[in-house]
């Protein structure tokens, strides 16, 4: 079975870090580009980042540019998304997913069910 | 990177037709073949129905077809069902791997 498990969401104060890893399994994780999209609670969907199956090529929203940085591990069939200066407006259900190519960013066909990341004071 | 353009919401009858708008630019939607869809049940993570603009994945019912004219994309569910009530998200590559998703649709089916 095709799965994606986010981990290390959590409850941080605005300006600390969080790292969320995400861990492939089913599927040859080498082979395909990967996203990160969040949601806040009640509100859409909104694109993070991507990277392409090699990690030569990676995208950022322009609202997290500069403070996010996605990076895998195809050794270990790991995502990762390092969040620094977190904000308030940062607080989303973050969706792990697969895309259905390897490079140009085609469509995202498999999602993990979301990590929960809250900034508050 | 403004969100894609689409109605807050929809709704049909069982049976009937309808057909979600998203509304990009030249730059997005109207420059790439790489407009895809996605359903939203609550609770649930989001399930792609339309890639490339109108192709379907296997196992997505063939209720579900997807157009495209100049800057704007559409979705169309045929034979509307209870179970297709549900949130519907556009999103298209933009260039630069960068992505923009609409603001999402409310589907409700009467």
């Known amino acids: 079975e095709v799965q994606l498990v986010e981990s290390g969401g959590d409850s941080v104060q605005p300006g600390r870090s969080l790292r969320l890893s995400c861990a492939g399994s089913g599927f040859s994780f080498d082979d395909y580009a990967m996203h990160w999209v969040r949601q806040v609670p009640g509100k859409g969907l909104e694109w993070v980042s991507s990277?392409?199956?090699?990690?030569?090529?990676?995208g950022y929203a322009d609202s997290v540019k500069g403070r996010f940085t996605i990076s895998r591990d195809n050794a270990k069939n790991s995502l990762f998304l390092q969040m620094n200066s977190l904000r308030t407006e940062d607080t989303a259900l973050y969706y792990c997913?697969?895309?259905?190519?390897?490079?140009?960013?085609?469509?995202?066909?498999?999602w993990g069910q979301g990590t929960m990341v809250t900034v508050s004071s | 990177q403004s969100a894609l353009t689409q109605p807050a919401s929809v709704s049909g009858s069982p049976g009937q037709s309808i057909t979600i708008s998203c509304t990009g630019t030249s730059n997005d939607v109207g420059n790439f073949k790489l407009v895809s869809w996605y359903q939203h049940h609550p609770d649930k993570a989001p399930k792609l129905m339309i890639y490339e603009d109108s192709q379907r994945p296997s196992g997505v019912s063939n209720r579900f077809s997807g157009s495209k004219s100049a800057n704007t994309a559409s979705l169309t569910i045929s034979g509307l069902q209870a179970e297709d009530e549900a949130h519907y998200y556009c999103?298209?590559?933009?260039?630069?791997?960068?992505?923009?998703f609409g603001g999402g649709t409310k589907l409700t089916v009467l």
């Open positions: 999103c298209s590559y933009a260039g630069g791997l960068t992505l923009i």
């Open positions: 997913i697969k895309d259905r190519l390897p490079t140009v960013p085609n469509a995202f066909d498999i």
């Open positions: 990277i392409t199956w090699n990690g030569l090529n990676i």
